[in-house]
């Protein structure tokens, strides 16, 4: 008997539907682009629980013929493409026509839409795959499709999503994204009800920006206008001030279409050499144009990724069209900051008129009679009842070893030490309190840490960074970045992280896909140190930063976290979480070429001798270096 047997049709729909519609933020995209392609200028997207009870995208754009409704939910019915020959110059955002076959197949869908030649509109309903009500209704011009229920029946599916919040944080990148690559279409997104933002669609993408992004933003990026040959680049980039940890706030689009490409952000940063600091990146909005032929759209089935003919053109173009706006952002040459500007001084202007109005009254009017000033009276000055005792200030003297460079945690040590477990060595530390004396009692025994330090004394420093040992036979160098990152690295991992409250609580923007990064691990932040909650639809309040952080790194480093989660470094999440730990060790730990006292040396010896069968830290390096005496005087040719 065959084993081979051909799939039910049902079967065959919901198996094709996962190859579109993988979640929520799938459905919102393909309902978009099919909006763009109806030549629409107003598109509104609705969303409810993140998609998955409610997803609604109405457009204004040219509808479907009464006639052909029901063949737009068949598979591969569209009306993009004719035959082969059309695949090599498409011009629309879609082509394949599965979007609404896949989408009717694993949800109730609604669809009502006319066109500009019909009075009446249609009205048409599927679920699961199969026709439940079609017939006319009035409405206007355009398309509305409502999506209800996704994935109602494949449960399997519904087990791998995630979060409502998380979600809709991906919607709205999808529809963020949607709104930057077409500024003359009017976007409006609302999420559960609340209007998340509303762009305005006259065509000009620095209105657009603001409206999704704020005037922080918009104001910070500089005008790219350039035209080379066959390819026109256009859309915004970020000033020398404004930059990222990360490659999140690059939005390319080809022809208007949202693409991912390595060739493009390496051109951008070909752009910006010399001009940003290392580990930083630009922000951008760019979109490049050129004829349909010279580019294959249909290399991913996403429709994310495409193929330029000539690479190395489309590289140089972006590189000059880049580089040209920067170097005219530097001669002053912005038109948006002269535009920002101008408007300033045009709000301010009536402040100046009013002043000017203000002077010529003063000189012009004088008062119509000479008000009687009253005699001065003469006050005697009070004397206190007494005479306060002036009380010496406390003069406290300080030395370099008493105020250490960076702390380090002292442990316990005793001359009689035994070694004990690593994991038990790093128990947390409340700080000494002073407390009123007390009747004495007898001592408690308390089980103390111990460390037995082997018979080593500490010499100095070498270059900043290295601690210099010696023993009656050996010489030993130990990194103290290395080995202050291997212990906070273990403290971390073992009891979690010490926080320090900030005085002025941080705002950190971020995308709408950092936010359900960010929404996903929010207890793992917490624990590596980041005591933060939600501010507002697209920003964050940081509270508290991991001990030992500087203020100024802190936003840094949470943005740093939240992007080595995103998908752009491969690897399961528990060991994204382990590269994030030690990431918050090393940011946290003594830097090289810092100078420290002998009191924090020995105490960062101890702590490193604690250290038992661990001899690298979290990248791999090593944190002690020995040589014998046998060695260096060998060197020295004292023995031959």
Not at 289 to 298: A, F, I, K, T, Y
Not at 352 to 367: C, L, M
């Amino acid at each position: 008997m065959g084993k081979i047997n051909i799939l039910d049709k049902s079967v065959a729909e919901k198996i094709a539907a996962g190859e579109v519609v993988e979640r929520p933020s799938s459905v919102v995209k393909e309902l978009i682009e099919n909006s763009f392609d109806a030549m629409a200028t107003s598109v509104t997207v609705e969303i409810e629980k993140g998609g998955t009870s409610y997803i609604r995208v109405t457009d204004n754009g040219s509808g479907i013929a009464s006639e052909d409704v029901a063949t737009a939910f068949l598979r591969h019915a569209t009306s993009k493409i004719k035959d082969e020959g059309d695949l090599e110059s498409i011009a629309t955002l879609g082509f394949r026509g599965e979007a609404l076959c896949s989408i009717s197949a694993v949800s109730r869908t609604e669809m009502i839409t006319r066109t500009k030649d019909e009075e009446m509109g249609m009205y048409m309903v599927v679920e699961g795959g199969e026709t439940k009500d079609y017939h006319a209704a009035g409405c206007p011009l355009g398309t509305t499709i409502t999506v209800r229920n996704l994935f109602f029946n494949t449960p399997a599916r519904m087990k791998f999503l995630k979060k409502d919040a998380t979600e809709a944080a991906y919607i709205t990148d999808i529809c963020q994204r949607a709104a930057l690559s077409h500024p003359d279409v009017s976007f409006r997104y609302i999420r559960d009800g609340k209007d998340i933002f509303f762009t305005p669609g006259d065509c000009r993408i620095e209105n657009t920006v603001r409206a999704i992004f704020g005037k922080d933003i918009s104001t910070a990026m500089v005008e790219v206008n350039a035209k080379d040959g066959i390819y026109e680049i256009t859309g915004l980039t970020g000033s020398n001030n404004l930059s990222r940890p990360n490659r999140n706030m690059q939005y390319f689009f080809v022809n208007n279409r949202l693409v991912k490409s390595a060739l493009l952000s390496m051109a951008l940063s070909e752009a910006y050499k010399n001009e940003l600091m290392v580990g930083k990146f630009p922000v951008c909005v760019i979109d490049i144009s050129l004829p349909c032929d010279m580019v294959d759209v249909n290399v991913h089935p996403a429709k994310t990724e495409v193929k330029f003919i000539n690479e190395e053109e489309v590289y140089r173009s972006v590189v000059m069209a880049v580089r040209n706006a920067i170097m005219k952002n530097a001669k002053g040459e912005n038109p948006l900051r002269q535009a920002h500007n101008a408007f300033k001084t045009a709000i301010e202007t009536p402040k100046v008129v009013q002043e000017a109005f203000k002077e010529t009254r003063n000189v012009s009017v004088k008062p119509a009679f000479t008000p009687i000033k009253p005699e001065a009276v003469i006050r005697e000055e009070k004397k206190p009842l007494f005479t306060p005792v002036n009380k010496p200030k406390k003069q406290t003297a300080s030395t370099p070893e008493e105020l250490p460079v960076k702390k380090i945690e002292a442990l316990q040590v005793r001359e009689d030490a035994v070694p004990v477990q690593v994991k038990e060595e790093f128990k947390a530390e409340m700080p000494a309190v002073e407390k009123p004396a007390q009747t004495v009692q007898p001592e408690e025994k308390k089980t103390e840490i111990v460390v037995e330090i082997p018979d080593f004394r500490v010499i100095g420093q070498l270059f900043g960074t290295y601690i210099i040992l010696e023993s009656d036979n050996e010489m030993l160098l130990i990194d103290q970045h290395a080995a202050h990152e291997r212990i906070k690295y273990e403290q971390i991992k073992n009891q979690g992280c010490m926080k320090q409250t900030v005085l002025i609580p941080l705002a950190v923007t971020l995308t709408a896909r950092e936010m359900a990064v960010w929404e996903e691990n929010r207890e793992f932040f917490d624990t590596v140190g980041f005591e933060s909650d939600q501010f507002g639809t697209d920003s964050i309040i940081v509270r508290a930063f991991p001990s030992d952080i500087d203020y100024e790194d802190g936003e840094a480093l949470l943005v740093e976290l939240i992007g080595s989660f995103m998908g752009q470094e491969k690897g399961s999440v528990s060991y994204l979480r382990d590269k994030a730990v030690y990431t918050v060790a090393c940011k946290a730990a003594i830097k090289a070429n810092k100078i420290l006292s002998f009191k924090e040396m020995e105490e960062l010896v101890k702590q490193t001798f604690a250290l038992e069968g661990i001899s690298t830290c979290p990248h791999g390096r090593p944190i002690k270096v020995k040589m014998t005496k046998y060695q260096i005087e060998k060197m020295f040719k004292r023995i031959v």
